[in-house]
């Protein structure tokens, strides 16, 4: 069988935790943030679960996924 690739982008965009979860960045904090709260972007900045229906597809992208910092 041939090796499968990593889609790049992908890979740069989630982490895996050593439990196997995918982690991703929430969306919201790239500009406009001198409207939002500061406990709103609190809550923004930190990483969250990739959902349920969505950790199929995101799987498919990382082929070779293992613990990652």
């Known amino acids: 069988m041939p090796k499968l690739k990593t889609h790049r982008s992908a890979a740069k965009r989630y982490k895996v ?3 196997g979860k995918i ?3 929430q969306a919201g ?3 406009l943030l001198q409207h939002k709260s500061a406990s709103r972007k609190r809550r923004i900045f ?3 679960d990739v959902s349920e229906s ?3 597809l995101v ?3 990382l ?3 293992k613990y990652s910092r």
Request: aromatic residues 4%; positive net charge; charged residues 30%.
């Open 17 to 19: 935790t050593a439990s």
């Open 23 to 25: 982690m991703k960045r």
């Open 29 to 31: 904090i790239g500009h």
């Open 46 to 48: 930190k990483m969250i």
């Open 54 to 56: 969505h950790v199929n």
């Open 59 to 61: 799987s498919k992208e």
């Open 63 to 65: 082929p070779y996924k």
